[in-house]
């Protein structure tokens, strides 16, 4: 089955973007803001929101006017966006291969949009052609995705000193191989998009800061419960935390606060995110 392993990856890592739900899009508000601005779902349109996560492009496009539809690889993702979003259609499908249109029968989609939820594919060019078959003619597709792991702190910051004690330590992908920087190469990203038939392709880039300090506190705690709730953290919690004892983890905790507290900015922890903004239309 396509993309199993990652089917598997977001069973395990959708209680953490759940229940850190309130905290993603209060830090990633710039990147959400970016995507709307290019796609401006509005009435009389049907958005595709792949990987629709907890549903935060669905509830901004649902409250535009337009007919929404998220697809997710993970049940836990897609309950929650339900739950957020009764409004629209939610499927737990992998949108690399199901047929779109017949999992949510209707008109062609006129938008498809994702914040951070396409670089996960193991066939990524199989994948956009896919959502283009379910798209109309002149139809746009938007979506942000990371840039490379020495512009994102976002992968390091704190979760690196979890991920030195780990035995063995997790290892990064390989350079275009699926996972969260799997398009870091804007010229192999637009490759893949051409060769999946998408025209009027560009990639350009967003710097914008991620703010922890949106709610009034220096963001350390909430930084902290995203990072355990992570792949390193979780993988810390079950091998390592054991292995330590209560007290040296606490510790262990500790030295990772003390880090996330060394890079606040005026009193709150913020710190650089690079992603690219992706424009495409179908051209058929």
Do not use: H
């Not at 907890?54 to 997710?72: I, Y």
């Not at 949106?214 to 979780?234: A, Y």
């Amino acid at each position: 089955m396509a993309n199993e392993s990652m089917r598997q990856n977001w069973a395990e890592s959708a209680a953490g973007w759940v229940a850190n739900e309130a905290v993603f899009d209060a830090v990633f508000t710039p990147v959400t803001g970016a995507i709307l601005e290019s796609a401006r779902p509005e009435k009389g349109l049907r958005v595709l929101d792949v990987g629709c996560g907890t549903g935060t492009l669905l509830a901004k496009s649902t409250a535009a006017g337009a007919e929404a539809v998220g697809v997710d690889i993970s049940e836990g993702m897609a309950a929650a966006a339900r739950e957020r979003v009764p409004e629209a259609t939610v499927l737990v499908a992998d949108a690399q291969t199901a047929d779109l249109l017949r999992e949510a029968p209707g008109s062609p989609f006129d938008r498809v949009v994702s914040r951070f939820g396409v670089m996960f594919f193991e066939d990524s060019q199989a994948a956009f052609a896919n959502l283009r078959r379910a798209t109309a003619p002149g139809a746009r597709m938007v979506f942000a995705c990371w840039r490379s792991l020495d512009e994102n702190p976002m992968f390091s910051l704190g979760s690196a000193r979890l991920a030195e004690r780990l035995d063995p330590k997790p290892e990064s992908p390989a350079e275009g191989e699926p996972g969260p920087v799997a398009f870091a190469d804007s010229g192999r990203l637009g490759s893949l998009l051409e060769g999946a038939g998408w025209g009027e392709v560009r990639i350009d880039p967003l710097d914008f800061t991620c703010d922890y300090g949106f709610n009034g506190t220096d963001g350390v705690e909430e930084r902290l419960g995203q990072i355990l709730s992570g792949g390193v953290g979780r993988l810390a919690q079950e091998q390592l935390r054991p292995r330590v004892g209560a007290d040296e983890w606490e510790s262990l905790l500790d030295e990772v606060r003390e880090e996330l507290r060394r890079n606040r900015v005026d009193g709150a922890l913020r710190f650089p995110g690079a992603v690219w903004i992706v424009n495409a239309v179908n051209p058929a």
